[in-house]
């Protein structure tokens, strides 16, 4: 057990909706990172969050956004679904700092759109 | 842009077997890491090589470096079925202020009876 939690764990949206997926990081941990694995992907980097604030991005569109709370929890929020949003979602805590770099993995959302 | 490749992506075995998955990347870095991937989990993280030749071994699995090839390989000796998992690798890089993890699609790892 890695100490990040994920909820929920499976969701099922329809096309167009909006959904917001959810982290705990590990306790101590600043830096909260999203990732979204296909189905037989390696997991792709959405976005960094630090200090509550978006400390980078990846080759994400900007209806993927985030938040990250003062107790280091998180939020990924995904607008206007597409079928191409279907995936497991990742997120990994980690200390900003720290060498080399330790992610922690939850134990990843499922969505589903149709 | 940095590519992690890996081959093979399908590797069926036998118990008892041995052999080597490769994960080849495309822009200089010394840090190399390898995770398991259980079907429906998470990533479970295996080793982290820091420098050129590292190697480590934990159990059946042995990983190593190579950064001037950028090359690391994963060994599983004597396999059994308890191995039977998707293996990633990953590199770090520095994007836009962020440490991020860039990873391979995966070996997709059967060990048969």
């Known amino acids: 057990e890695t100490g990040v939690t994920q909820s929920p764990t499976h969701l099922i949206k329809t096309r167009g909706q909006q959904v917001t997926l959810r982290c705990s990081s590990q306790?101590?941990?600043?830096?909260v990172s999203w990732y979204q694995q296909a189905l037989g992907q390696g997991p792709q980097f959405i976005f960094q969050?630090?200090?509550?604030?978006?400390?980078g991005r990846g080759n994400f569109p900007p209806r993927f956004s985030g938040l990250q709370f003062p107790n280091y929890s998180s939020e990924l929020n995904v607008n206007a679904l597409e079928l191409d949003d279907s995936a497991l979602y990742l997120c990994?805590?980690?200390?900003?700092?720290?060498?080399?770099?330790?992610?922690?993995f939850g134990p990843g959302t499922r969505l589903t759109v149709t | 842009e940095l590519k992690v490749e890996q081959n093979p992506l399908f590797l069926s075995m036998q118990e008892g077997k041995n052999y080597t998955i490769y994960c080849n990347y495309s822009?200089?870095?010394?840090?190399l890491y390898w995770y398991r991937q259980d079907p429906g989990k998470s990533l479970e993280s295996l080793f982290v090589?820091?420098?050129?030749?590292a190697v480590k071994q934990e159990g059946r699995l042995m990983a190593s470096l190579d950064t001037k090839a950028r090359l690391s390989t994963l060994h599983i000796t004597a396999a059994v079925h308890d191995l039977s998992a998707t293996y990633f690798c990953?590199?770090?890089?520095?994007?836009?202020?962020?440490?991020?993890?860039?990873f391979g699609k995966g070996t997709k790892l059967t060990v048969n009876p």
């Open positions: 990994a805590s980690s200390l900003e700092g720290r060498d080399p770099l330790e992610q922690y």
């Open positions: 306790s101590g941990h600043n830096t």
């Open positions: 969050y630090y200090r509550e604030e978006e400390n």
């Open positions: 822009t200089t870095s010394d840090r």
């Open positions: 090589l820091l420098s050129n030749g």
């Open positions: 990953a590199v770090d890089m520095l994007q836009g202020g962020s440490e991020k993890l860039v």
